[in-house]
C-alpha cells in the first residue's frame, strides 16, 4: 500500500501544477478499464435514498478499493476517490421541496413555490436539523475507513440559480427573473449561504484536497459546480443573476471549476472572465456537432482555462491525441480501454508523449 500512496502523492502534486496559477499548455489523462479485470466484483448501484445509506457506504467502499487497485497497476493520473454521490434534489429537498424517488434513476426536487412571494417566504434552514445532515454520516463513515490521506468526492453541487431553477417553478421563473429579479436574487442568496455552510463544514471535516463532483479531477481547494441554466439565459442576465454568485463562491473558497451540459456557446465569453477559474467541462449538447462545438471551445479558452470536454475525442490512438487539440490548451482526457494489459501500455506510451514534451524534444502541438 505504501507504493500507491506515493503513486497518489506523486498525482495529486501534478493535479495541483496543473490547475496552478502558472500552469503551461499540456495534458493530463485517465486510463479506464472493465472493473472484471480486478477478478472482483462491485455490487450492484443502490437507489440514492436516505433509507438506503449503508447500503451507499458499503458500495462506495468497494468502488474506492477497486480504483485503489486500477491505479497500482496502471501509470495515469486518476486518483482514488470516496464517492459521496447524490442526486441534484439535495439542497432543494432541504429547503422544502419534495423528492421523487424512483427505483431507475436518481431523485429529483419537484418545484415549491411559483411566485416572488413565496420564495420570499422562505427560510435558510439550519444545516446541523436539515435533509442534508445524514450526508455527514454517509462522508464520516467513508473517511474514517479511508484514514486522513483518503481523498473524498463531495455531493452533487449546483450553482445557486441552478438550485432556485429546482425550487422555483421554471415556467414562472423566467418571468420572475425580468419582472420580479430581486425576489429571485434573495432565493439564489439564501442558497448561496446554505451552499457555503454546507462546504465550510465538509472542507472542515475532509480536507479541501478533493476530486470534483463531475467529472473526475482533482481540485487543491475551490469549489465545483454545475451551471446548466445559463444556456436558457442571454449573456446579459449571466452577468446580472450567475456571476455575482460564482464570483462570490470562487472568492471564499480559493478558485472554481465548472461543469455545463448545456449549450452555452454564447456563454463561453462570460465564463472565461470569472476570476479564479481553473478548468471548465463542456458537454456536447444534442444541438451541436462535437467535431466542432468541442475543438471550438478548447480554441477559445486557451492555455487560461483548463478543460475536460465529454462527447468528443481526437481520431486515431491514444498516443496521438495530444497533438490534436488546440496549440496552448490544456486538456484532460479519458480513454477506455478493453483490458488491463491495454490500459497499461496506453498509459505508459501517454506518459512518454509528457515527457518528451516536457524535455523540450517536442512542442505540444507536435505531440
Known sequence: MSGLTEKVGDRLAAWRAFLGDDATPGFMFHVDFPTAELACALPAPVPLW???????????????????????????????????????????????????????????????????????????????????AYLFDIADELYRRGGPDAVMKPVDIQSPMDIVALIWDKSDLFIAMIEAPEAVKNLAGKVGRLLTAFFDEWFSRYGTVFVAHYPDYVMHGGLTLSVDEVGAVSGEMFREFFRPELVELGQHFGGLAIHCCADARHQWENFRDLPGLRLINHNVPPTRRAGEYIPDALASYGCGVAQMPIGWRPNGPPQTWPGQYPPGSRVVFEFQAGSTDDAIAVAEGLQAVRNEVRQGCLKPEEA
Open 50 to 132: 436516505p433509507e438506503r445509506a449503508a447500503e451507499r457506504i458499503e458500495r462506495s467502499w468497494a468502488a474506492y478499493e477497486a480504483m485503489c487497485r486500477k491505479a497500482a497497476m496502471v501509470g495515469d493520473d486518476r486518483v482514488p476517490y470516496l464517492s459521496n454521490v447524490t442526486g441534484t434534489e439535495i439542497f432543494a429537498e432541504a429547503f422544502g421541496c419534495r423528492v421523487h424517488r424512483p427505483d431507475d434513476t436518481n431523485p429529483f426536487a419537484l418545484p415549491l413555490v411559483n411566485t416572488a412571494a413565496g420564495a420570499d417566504a422562505l427560510s435558510v434552514p439550519e444545516l446541523s436539523t436539515s435533509s442534508l
